[in-house]
T-cell receptor, first 111, second 119 residues
Framework: QKEVEQNSGPLSVPEGAIASLNCTYS??????FFWYRQYSGKSPELIMS????GDKEDGRFTAQLNKASQYVSLLIRDSQPSDSATYLC???????????FGTGTQLKVEL | GAVVSQHPSRVICKSGTSVKIECRSL??????MFWYRQFPKQSLMLMAT?????????EQGVEKDKFLINHASLTLSTLTVTSAHPEDSSFYIC???????????????FGPGTRLLVL
C-alpha cells in the first residue's frame, strides 16, 4: 500500500463546476497535510495547508481533513481553465522531517 | 509565502562534465533543504535532505558521490551532478521549509526548478 494515494485522473470538470480531489494516507500519526498545484513543466506551488480536522477555506479552495478516516480532500469552487494542472497531496508524519507526496491528480477544466 | 530561488533554470552540458545547481531561500532561514528530481510525467522523487553545516542524508538508491550536496549557510544549498550522463537529464527541484527563529516550520516551498539536459 502506498503511503499517500491519489487517483491519477484525469479528472475533467466543466468551467464553473466544483472540482473535488481526494487523497488517503496510511500513517496514522501524520500531523501536517498540504496541497500543491503543479503546472506542466513547472515546479509545485503550495496552495493549501491543513493541520486539524475539519474544513479550511481560502478563496475558491477548501481543504478538508478527517484524521479518523485518514483522508484529506481539496475542493475547488467555480473551476476555471487556469486551474487545469496536477494537484499533489503531501503528508508530513508526526515525527519526521520529510514530506511524502502522492503521485498527483491531473485536473482538466473544460470550457 | 516564502520564496525559494534556483539557478540556473536550464542547463545543457556535455556528457562527463559536472553541473552545479544553487538553491536559495530568499526571505527566510532554512536549516534543512530538500532536493527532488522529476522525470517527465512522473511524480516527484526525493533525492536527499540537505542539512546546514552537516552531511546530507540521501535516499535509498541515490549515489552520494555522484550527487554532491553542500549546505554551507542558512540560505544556500548546492547540488552538483558530477560526471553527468544523458540518463541524468531531468528536472531538479529544491525545496525549503521556513525555519527562522520563532517560526513553526511546517509548510515546504519549492524553487522554480532546473532543467538539465546532458548530451
Amino acid at each position: 500500500q502506498k503511503e499517500v494515494e491519489q487517483n491519477s485522473g484525469p479528472l475533467s470538470v466543466p468551467e464553473g463546476a466544483i472540482a473535488s480531489l481526494n487523497c488517503t494516507y496510511s500513517d496514522r500519526v501524520s500531523q501536517s497535510f498540504f496541497w500543491y498545484r503543479q503546472y506542466s513543466g513547472k515546479s509545485p506551488e503550495l496552495i493549501m495547508s491543513i493541520y486539524s480536522n475539519g474544513d479550511k477555506e481560502d478563496g475558491r479552495f477548501t481543504a478538508q481533513l478527517n484524521k479518523a478516516s485518514q483522508y484529506v480532500s481539496l475542493l475547488i469552487r467555480d473551476s476555471q481553465p487556469s486551474d487545469s494542472a496536477t494537484y499533489l497531496c503531501a503528508v508530513k508524519p508526526g515525527g519526521g522531517n520529510k514530506l511524502t507526496f502522492g503521485t498527483g491528480t491531473q485536473l482538466k477544466v473544460e470550457l | 509565502g516564502a520564496v525559494v530561488s534556483q539557478h540556473p533554470s536550464r542547463v545543457i552540458c556535455k556528457s562527463g562534465t559536472s553541473v552545479k545547481i544553487e538553491c536559495r531561500s530568499l526571505d527566510f532561514q532554512a536549516t534543512t533543504m530538500f532536493w527532488y528530481r522529476q522525470f517527465p510525467k512522473q511524480s516527484l522523487m526525493l533525492m536527499a535532505t540537505s542539512n546546514e553545516g552537516s552531511k546530507a542524508t540521501y535516499e535509498q538508491g541515490v549515489e552520494k558521490d555522484k550527487f554532491l550536496i553542500n549546505h554551507a549557510s542558512l540560505t544556500l544549498s548546492t547540488l552538483t551532478v558530477t560526471s553527468a550522463h544523458p540518463e541524468d537529464s531531468s528536472f531538479y527541484i529544491c525545496s525549503a521549509r521556513d525555519q527562522s527563529p520563532g517560526r513553526i516550520a511546517r509548510a515546504q516551498y519549492f524553487g522554480p526548478g532546473t532543467r538539465l539536459l546532458v548530451l
